[in-house]
């Protein structure tokens, strides 16, 4: 009885260690966090700030470079009263409109071709040769053709942005297909899986984790794409807009609108770390992950 009486209060103790561990984790991540965003902050304050006094005291040319006060002016401006080409909100739509497009035109395909060509080497033996010499001819000349071909309208911008994500995608799937173990393939078609069924519930799933790391940097350069296509010949759009501020020499309208393709780039950015962690929910946090949970 009195053993018993005893020993009773040890759960009673773990809990309220873990508890305490708990807590104590909360606060490491929250102290990790401020810090994270007073560096941040520090760091632009730094930039912005350090940008201004040099360029207030004659060190650096505003005429040149710009100056963040002159930016955001300019960007103000942009917003109330638009641009030559229409509204500034029109030209962001455009840019964007043109990017999200291409980004999932050429997403598509990449992951297509490369769970294709990643499953079969002879599709790779083919193909491959081609695939190589057409990434290496140089976007800009892809641009003017596309232009060439199919006007300045919206069509060329997607298809160039297309182009561009199409060929990260497709690398980074086509390792990922490579890099799924044999073992897990061979002993799903031991249990009778059909090939659509192991590319389904096996490759795929494998491969994603390469395949969503690359739509990281792969919007990006769909906004590129779109940006080069613009500028090479549009009637709207963001990269018009800082072609004709270069033309005018306005450095601070070149820079408003990098500001702006910053911020759609960070968000869309955010948005697929969103889509990563719901996708890849399923996978063990990978150890630098797990190291910066503490």
């Keep these: 009885m009195s053993t018993t009486s005893a020993v009773s209060p040890a759960p009673a103790e773990g809990s309220a260690q873990q508890l305490s561990a708990g807590a104590a984790a909360r606060r490491a991540r929250r102290r990790r966090a401020g810090l994270v965003?007073?560096?941040r902050i520090g760091?632009?304050?730094l930039v912005i700030g350090g940008w201004q006094a040099f360029t207030t005291w004659g060190i650096v040319d505003p005429f040149f470079f710009g100056q963040p006060s002159g930016i955001a002016?300019?960007?103000?401006?942009?917003?109330?009263?638009g641009t030559e080409f229409g509204s500034f909100y029109a030209n962001i739509w455009t840019t964007l409109q043109e990017a999200l497009v291409g980004f999932a035109v050429g997403a598509?395909?990449?992951?297509?071709?490369?769970?294709?060509l990643g499953q079969s080497r002879f599709l790779a033996d083919v193909l491959g040769p081609y695939i190589k010499m057409v990434n290496a001819i140089p976007r800009i000349v892809l641009g003017s053709i596309f232009i060439v071909a199919f006007g300045i309208g919206v069509l060329p911008k997607i298809l160039l942005a297309a182009v561009l994500v199409f060929?990260?995608?497709?690398?980074?799937a086509f390792q990922g297909v490579r890099e799924v173990d044999r073992n897990i393939l061979a002993n799903a078609r031991v249990l009778g899986a059909s090939q659509s069924q192991i590319i389904r519930h096996v490759t795929v799933p494998s491969a994603l984790t390469w395949i969503i790391a690359s739509l990281h940097s792969a919007f990006g350069f769909a906004i590129v794409g779109a940006l080069v296509g613009e500028v090479l010949g549009a009637q709207s759009g963001l990269g018009l807009v800082i072609k004709t501020a270069q033309n005018n020499f306005d450095p601070n309208g070149v820079f408003?609108?990098?500001l702006v393709i910053s911020v759609i780039v960070l968000g869309?950015?955010?948005?697929?770390g969103k889509l990563e962690h719901r996708l890849l929910s399923w996978r063990p946090p990978a150890p630098s992950e797990?190291?910066?949970?503490?």
């Design 37 to 39: 965003w007073a560096g």
């Design 43 to 45: 760091l632009a304050v």
């Design 73 to 81: 002016r300019r960007l103000t401006d942009l917003f109330r009263h």
């Design 108 to 116: 598509a395909a990449g992951v297509v071709f490369g769970v294709a």
């Design 167 to 172: 060929f990260i995608v497709f690398f980074n």
């Design 256 to 258: 408003a609108t990098m």
């Design 268 to 272: 869309a950015e955010w948005l697929i």
């Design 290 to 294: 797990a190291s910066n949970a503490l």
